[in-house]
């Protein structure tokens, strides 16, 4: 019985009871609803401490150290790259690579947690826009944009102008940058394609909207579990597009821009439209599976009014943000709860039999478990012919793929 929360361990216990006693109906005046409305106080509690201990940004961490060790941001330039690069970090108008947290953290010892911290970058005006930085050509290749532009360069803001306008005159590629998400990447991703990506997506949403009202609390564990029995299927990924869709959730199939990174994202392109979008930018039904259920844990927990997207590279471990950390916990958690992966042989052993036991027992596809041993081991040659290679993009012939990164 969890009295305090005093550890990680004990705020993912807290928010695993709480789950359960709101799915088991917990009403008020009972002592469910007591014990409800205690672990809520307590996971508020420990969450506020967090947020209060938590590092400043990368941006004032740096200027912090700049005033301390009286440094101007030329003085920046061997650490992060060039004068502009610097003047950008600053600004807010560039976030930091992983090269240049590690030439920082060793260079002016700032510590890396600071410095691996949420990045907000700075809104921009509609004058400082760069219209032939978007990625025109490839979108054009693809089929996005289906006009013929003679030439690119000088027509770019006529073209992108236009290729934007179904969204409504609200929405430029300022969006992006007004926009309050997390990007979880250690390489510098081109924001204009970034853009262009998430216009994409949001469109197709908006011209197919889900047959169903979307409502967050039917996202449990449970259901996300329910929902991972469908990669038995041949097609699973597109059943799994058609089950979202019966509870309000698009599954938008859109291959990554070059320069992205991108594995998936879970964005509010309106307050009652949570979507889900993902890459298949690794080919591999383990990861289809993996990036579903962990952008649904951010629709379920953690996208709001003051938070609107996630764009993630899952290449990369984020132990530094919170919501990061729960959505890899809660993901694995819905494809294999930990209580079965560890009573397992596949938690021990790195064979095809003990793969087909456990995804036998839990009714989910092999290359689920033969990812999750992958995983556990960080061994990544193990198992190749068990995690679907080349058995996820094949299912949507009408997604134009790119083999460039």
Excluded: C
């Excluded at 004990?10 to 009972?30: H, P, S, V």
């Excluded at 510098?188 to 009202?213: C, F, G, I, T």
């Excluded at 698009?250 to 889900?276: K, M, S």
């Excluded at 951010?298 to 729960?326: C, P, Q």
């Amino acid at each position: 019985m969890i009295a305090t929360i005093n550890t990680e361990v004990d705020y993912m216990a807290a928010l695993a009871e709480i789950e359960k006693l709101i799915d088991g109906g917990a009403r008020a005046g009972t002592p469910d609803g007591d014990r409800l409305n205690l672990l809520t106080l307590l996971v508020q509690d420990y969450e506020r401490k967090q947020i209060e201990s938590q590092p400043p940004d990368p941006v004032e961490a740096i200027k912090f150290r700049m005033e301390q060790m009286n440094l101007t941001p030329r003085d920046l330039v061997p650490l992060i790259g060039s004068r502009s690069k610097v003047s950008e970090v600053l600004s807010r108008k560039r976030p930091l690579t992983l090269s240049m947290v590690r030439a920082l953290h060793k260079g002016l010892g700032i510590p890396a947690k600071s410095l691996l911290q949420e990045q907000p970058l700075l809104d921009i005006g509609g004058e400082a826009i760069d219209w032939d930085h978007f990625p025109i050509r490839e979108m054009i290749a693809r089929g996005w944009i289906k006009e013929k532009v003679a030439d690119v360069r000088h027509q770019a803001g006529e073209v992108m102008q236009r290729f934007l306008a179904p969204l409504g005159k609200d929405w430029t590629p300022v969006a992006l940058y007004k926009q309050t998400h997390y990007v979880r990447s250690a390489r510098q991703m081109d924001m204009y394609a970034l853009a262009a990506w998430n216009a994409r997506v949001s469109m197709r949403a908006l011209e197919s909207p889900p047959s169903a009202k979307f409502e967050p609390n039917i996202l449990t564990v449970d259901f996300m579990h329910e929902l991972a029995h469908l990669s038995t299927l041949n097609d699973g990924p597109r059943h799994a597009g058609e089950y979202l869709d019966k509870v309000g959730i698009p599954l938008i199939v859109e291959a990554h821009l070059p320069e992205t990174y991108l594995d998936g994202a879970a964005i509010l392109v309106r307050p009652d439209l949570p979507i889900v979008a993902v890459t298949i930018r690794h080919d591999r039904i383990d990861n289809f599976w993996f990036v579903l259920m962990h952008e649904l844990v951010h629709i379920s927990r953690h996208l709001s009014a003051d938070l609107t997207a996630f764009y993630d590279d899952l290449d990369v471990e984020d132990s530094t943000n919170l919501r990061e950390r729960e959505a890899d916990q809660l993901a694995g958690e819905s494809l294999i709860p930990e209580a079965e992966w560890k009573r397992s042989p596949a938690s021990g052993q790195r064979t095809p039999d003990a793969v087909y036991h456990l995804a036998s027992r839990l009714r989910i596809h092999p290359a689920i478990v033969a990812g999750r041993i992958r995983h556990h081991y960080k061994s990544y040659r193990v198992l190749n012919r068990l995690v679907g290679q080349g058995e996820v993009r094949r299912l949507f012939p009408e997604i134009v793929w790119s083999s460039r990164r």
